[in-house]
């Protein structure tokens, strides 16, 4: 069950960046947020493993402001308010800390993950593949030669993640078999 039990002084806190986010979405060109929806995800977020430091984060600039409330609205879940898609707020205590020691967070082996189960498995590798070559030959066929070279470079960064994830998991293999 997710708990919304936070102290009222840490209710106000958010309540506080929640305006000041609105405000700043605003500024931006963004339309209105829904305060309610957004005090709920942070205050979520704060109560079930996932501390703020709340002041930080009220103090932020717009930027970082932005890039954590979103984030957390976002990313958290709304079956047990965990944080999913490897979003941390930078004002999480952990932030600080580089991957390999935030409490607990351990490095999933390529090699021991199901293919299915693979952030980017060859089919999905494919698939973008051929979405992002159809994009970058359509935007050209129309005269967009610029999008169609971006587009391409986003192809080529795409091969060079595939490349990199294949290498890696032949380090692991190989460091295994050791």
């Known amino acids: 069950m997710i708990s919304f039990d936070v102290s009222a002084r840490d209710a106000d806190l958010i309540t506080r960046i929640v305006k000041r986010a609105d405000a700043a979405y605003q500024l931006a060109g963004g339309s ?7 005090a709920m995800s942070l205050t979520a977020c704060h109560a079930n493993g996932c501390p703020l430091d709340l002041e930080k984060l009220l103090a932020a600039d717009d930027f970082n402001l932005l890039h954590d409330v979103s984030g957390i609205h976002r990313h958290i879940s709304t079956e047990d308010a965990q944080l999913g898609g ?10 600080g800390r580089p991957r390999g020691e935030r409490g607990g967070w351990t490095m999933t082996p390529l090699h021991s993950i199901k293919t299915s189960k693979f952030p980017l498995n060859w089919k999905r590798y494919n698939k973008l593949y051929d979405e992002i070559d159809a994009a970058a030959k359509g ?24 490349n990199l994830i294949q290498s890696k998991e032949q380090a692991e293999a190989a460091k295994k078999d050791h």
Do not use: Y
């Open 139 to 162: 935007v050209a066929d129309i005269g967009h030669h610029d999008l169609a070279t971006a587009m391409e470079k986003v192809r080529a960064e795409l091969w060079n993640a595939w």
């Open 32 to 38: 209105k947020i829904d305060r309610r929806d957004v």
């Open 86 to 95: 490897c979003f941390l707020p930078r004002v999480a205590p952990e932030a």
